[in-house]
């Protein structure tokens, strides 16, 4: 069966008489009637589930208003005049739009602020009476997260969850569909889509990879085509009748609830009803599990069909006292490049341990996740034994992390296996036992047995689960190695979970090490290991997985291995002969996103004499260009921006701190300002800091600005270049209008208009100079019509 959803309601709303700048959600006191009467057209239209007006009736949104105190009031009114609409015709589904900001270390709110603040109007609209909690338009897998968990906590209705997608695939903070669906089914949403943000066209794509990655029913929302500006109005190009005709292909690539976003009307979702009831039922979609891990913008599968993943083990402060030391200052120079340096060396997924003696270490895994979760794109196991610094790992982890680890003692089966199945988390399983280390293959695998029972019963599934197969040392015991063996061939053939396990204990107190290691890795790979967790860094290691990935079918013809070779002697020798000079390393510095790390190379830099201009050419703006090209190619994402501009903004103010009588030269002047009417600032803010840190002078008015008010602010600080933002259709007529006032004023600098609903022809015909369709471009586009 497929279901229906209704329309926009925002545009219908402005039709209704709601004036830009209102707050759509009061009119479910002050005027329920007309929002019953919206509704009620898209009921007769044939939609089977409709929104509740409450997309923006949280309390951070409410504040611009003064009605942060009415969210439960304004929710409950929302879902009465719904319902008095849907009668027995439809269902209602509360809708919950984002905050408008981005969660640490992203931007200034809290995880746990997020979370309160869903929970506060989720609670509300189930206490209300809605049939399905509906979260949508979020660009950010970690606000989805505190959303879906906020969900569960406060009611056990169905749970969807929407991500606003764009032409590249990706959300804002680069989420793909897969690493999405991944990520939410594990933690337990009930339905996955994509709304808003692009038309079916585009959207069709997105839908077909939610569908392919996970079990769950997929929903779609498209708007109705990209805005276009005809005669002074904002009008959504696509009739319903064009829209309808996606329908089959919407519903083909596994859609079963279908209805429009921005742009679509009741007769778009008329079109869409009679297309639905003209469809066959949609095929019942078989998809076979496995075990996966994601990070916040990428996916790893595990298992014997897919390649092996070395799970990197150097961040862990036990034995390396250095490290252990830097993190008891909070200092994380050391962690972080670790992280690089062992996915540059081949780890796929970052094992982090934050065990220091006398130390927080609840605060120290929070602080070391949300670090590298920015830094990096593979996915972290998260190693501790403390179920209170599991949560504050898990917690700030934008994606589904490993826990290590658990065994069958009940002790940790209780802590630890409610955490995993509540942020959706992936549990590597220890055979181990309150009897202690079972000695053979066949104990090993009653144990493991024992464990995946207990891990079923907790709400987890054989594909969440990875099992350890124990490696004791040679040393003592001449048959550890060989019941190790038998151990992953047995969870192979009988279990059919992945195997994981660390290699160095086998080698321990043995001479070569570095040999026995290795050659057990490769054993073991051929018996039915996963992920070995294991130094990346040992070249003998290296050499080994090269040729064992290769004769185990995973580099096809050997085209890696080959690539990792050839005139490898040449290479080795530049490599020994060429450190890189301190301009190169600041350069590194800036693109990895190091913000400590640049400080003392920026000092060393200035005491060789290099001057500000040099650094600042040679290798600040040439980082910032390089990250700037690797986000135009799709290699970064924006989270990865914000931290390399960070740190280069961290670069000139050291060199100020180190040369007090030095100015940095300004790019210019920038002015911004969200247009009149629209309460929505995040992308703007997003504009600013890469502006600000990319060394112009800003100018932030904020958002709801007014035409009048942005002219003044352009004469009064001689701008060179204006920056509007819209990113409601209803506000988009407020682009044309402040351009034409400031060109009515005499203004004679540059302007540049971006947001989620502006295109490039819009932008031309409002009279821009310029369209940015994201904050790096607004940066690179600002410096040509300067002339910088």
Not at 11 to 24: K, N, R, S, V, Y
Not at 249 to 265: P, R, Y
Not at 518 to 547: E, H, K, R, T, V
Request: proline share 5%; glycine share 8%.
């Amino acid at each position: 069966m497929i279901h229906v959803f209704d329309g926009a309601m925002g545009t219908m709303l402005h039709q209704a008489g709601l004036e830009p700048g209102q707050c759509p959600e009061l009119w479910n006191i002050e005027q329920p009637e007309n929002v019953i009467a919206i509704h009620r057209q898209y009921v007769e239209a044939g939609a089977t589930i409709i929104e509740t007006n409450t997309f923006g009736a949280n309390r951070i949104k409410l504040t611009h208003y003064g009605l942060e105190s009415k969210v439960a009031a304004l929710n409950a009114a929302g879902v009465t005049a719904a319902r008095q609409a849907a009668g027995t015709h439809a269902k209602v589904a509360g809708s919950i739009g984002p905050t408008g900001k981005f969660i640490a270390p992203l931007g200034e709110l809290t995880f746990d602020t997020a979370y309160d603040v869903f929970y506060e109007q989720i609670h509300a609209l189930d206490q209300a009476g809605v049939d399905y909690i509906l979260i949508e338009t979020i660009i950010d897998i970690q606000e989805m997260r505190a959303a879906l968990l906020a969900a569960k906590a406060a009611t056990n209705k169905p749970v969807i969850c929407q991500l606003s997608f764009d032409a590249d695939g990706r959300t804002v903070t680069g989420t793909d569909p897969r690493t999405a669906a991944i990520t939410l089914e594990a933690m337990g949403a009930s339905i996955i889509g994509a709304n808003c943000s692009l038309g079916p066209a585009q959207l069709l794509p997105v839908i077909e990879t939610l569908a392919q990655s996970c079990s769950l029913p997929i929903s779609v929302q498209p708007n109705a085509g990209m805005p276009e500006l005809i005669n002074g109005q904002t009008v959504f190009p696509m009739q319903a009748d064009e829209m309808a005709a996606w329908i089959p292909k919407l519903a083909a690539a596994g859609a079963t609830f279908i209805g429009g976003c921005c742009g679509t009307t009741p007769a778009h979702i008329k079109a869409i009803r009679q297309t639905v009831d003209k469809l066959p039922s949609p095929p019942e979609r078989r998809l076979q599990h496995v075990t996966a891990l994601t990070s916040r913008t990428r996916a790893i599968y595990l298992g014997p069909q897919f390649a092996p993943v070395i799970i990197g083990e150097r961040i862990n402060p036990t034995g390396r006292k250095t490290l252990a030391n830097d993190l008891k200052e909070g200092n994380f120079v050391t962690v972080k490049k670790d992280a690089l340096a062992q996915i540059k060396a081949g780890a796929g997924i970052l094992d982090v341990n934050m065990g220091v003696p006398g130390v927080d270490q609840i605060a120290l895994m929070k602080q070391a996740v949300e670090e590298l979760s920015v830094l990096v794109d593979v996915p972290l196991a998260i190693d501790t034994t403390d179920p209170a610094a599991l949560e504050a790992g898990l917690k700030a982890y934008p994606g589904r992390a490993l826990i290590n680890s658990i065994t069958a003692e009940t002790e940790r089966l209780e802590s630890f296996l409610p955490l995993a199945k509540k942020y959706g988390a992936a549990v590597l399983c220890l055979p181990l036992s309150d009897s202690g280390v079972p000695t053979t293959a066949v104990e090993r695998i009653k144990v493991a047995q024992q464990i995946i029972d207990i891990a079923l019963s907790h709400g987890l599934n054989r594909h969440d689960l990875l099992l350890d197969a124990l490696v004791m040392t040679v040393a003592t015991d001449g048959r550890a190695a060989a019941e190790t063996l038998l151990t992953l061939k047995l969870y192979r053939e009988q279990l059919g979970c992945p195997a994981v396990m660390g290699l160095s204990n086998v080698s321990f107190g043995l001479p070569r090490r570095d040999l026995m290691n290795a050659a057990f890795c490769a054993m073991a790979l051929a018996s039915g290991l996963d992920a070995p967790i294991l130094n990346p860094f040992d070249p003998l290691m290296q050499d080994i997985w090269s040729a064992a990935t290769a004769l185990g079918g995973h580099d096809n013809q050997a085209i890696a291995y080959s690539k990792k070779y050839v005139d490898m002697p040449a290479q080795t020798a530049a490599v020994s002969n060429a450190a890189p000079d301190i301009l190169t390393q600041i350069r590194q510095t800036v693109v990895n996103g190091e913000t400590t790390g640049v400080v003392p190379l920026i000092r060393q830099a200035l005491a060789e004499h290099h001057t500000p201009l040099t650094i600042t050419e040679q290798a600040l703006t040439a980082a910032m260009n390089e990250v700037g090209q690797a986000f135009g190619q799709g290699r970064c994402f924006l989270p990865q921006v914000l931290l390399s501009a960070e740190t280069m903004r961290t670069a000139f103010m050291t060199i100020k701190e180190v040369l007090p009588s030095h100015t940095t030269q300004s790019l210019g002047t920038v002015l911004l300002a969200t247009v009149k009417g629209d309460i929505h600032d995040l992308g703007k803010n997003i504009v600013a800091a890469l502006m600000e840190n990319n060394g112009f002078t800003v100018i932030d008015l904020g958002k709801d600005v007014a035409p009048e008010t942005i002219v003044a602010a352009a004469k009064e600080h001689q701008a060179q270049l204006v920056g509007l933002c819209a990113l409601m259709t209803t506000t988009l007529p407020q682009v044309d209008i402040t351009i034409s006032a400031l060109k009515a004023a005499g203004y004679t600098g540059k302007s540049i208009v971006g947001g989620a609903v502006l295109t490039e022809s819009y932008a031309r015909q409002a009279g821009a100079d310029a369209y940015a369709a994201n904050g790096v471009a607004a940066v690179n586009i600002a410096k040509k019509l300067l002339g910088c």
